[in-house]
């Protein structure tokens, strides 16, 4: 069992940065992949990025490619998810996820989701 816990999210404007954090408890955590989706209202959940066990490496969608960057701290049991140059359309509750599959981009790989947290990016 693995609980995920994130926080980071806030109110930004267009261009602006955050750091989400996704605090994981147990002993377990580096056995995971890690992912990060997001859902904005009335939308489906969507996959942002996702990094491997040992954090060497990491897949991206495309519409965040080049401006979010995933990363893990395996002996702190945390996976950040850093968002710069946001835009309005970034605007979602982000989730951070546990799975074993090798960075899927589907949500029916991942196991364990966290409560999410929002990020609102102003225009």
């Known amino acids: 069992q693995v609980q995920l816990v994130e926080s980071g999210g806030g109110l930004v404007q267009d261009g602006g940065s955050l750091r989400l954090s996704c605090a994981a408890s147990?002993?377990?955590?580096?056995?995971?992949?890690m992912g990060w989706f997001r859902q904005a209202p009335g939308k489906e959940r969507q996959f942002v990025a996702a990094i491997s066990r040992s954090g060497g490496s990491t897949s991206y969608a495309d519409s965040v490619k080049g401006r979010f960057t995933i990363s893990r701290d395996n002996a702190k049991n945390t996976v950040y998810l850093q968002l710069n140059s946001l835009k309005p359309e970034d605007t979602a509750v982000y989730y951070c996820?546990?799975?074993?599959?090798?960075?899927?981009?589907?949500?029916?790989?991942?196991?364990?989701w966290g409560q999410g947290t929002q990020v609102t990016v102003s225009s």
């Open positions: 147990g002993r377990t955590f580096s056995r995971y992949t």
């Open positions: 996820a546990a799975g074993i599959d090798w960075l899927s981009p589907s949500r029916e790989s991942y196991n364990y």
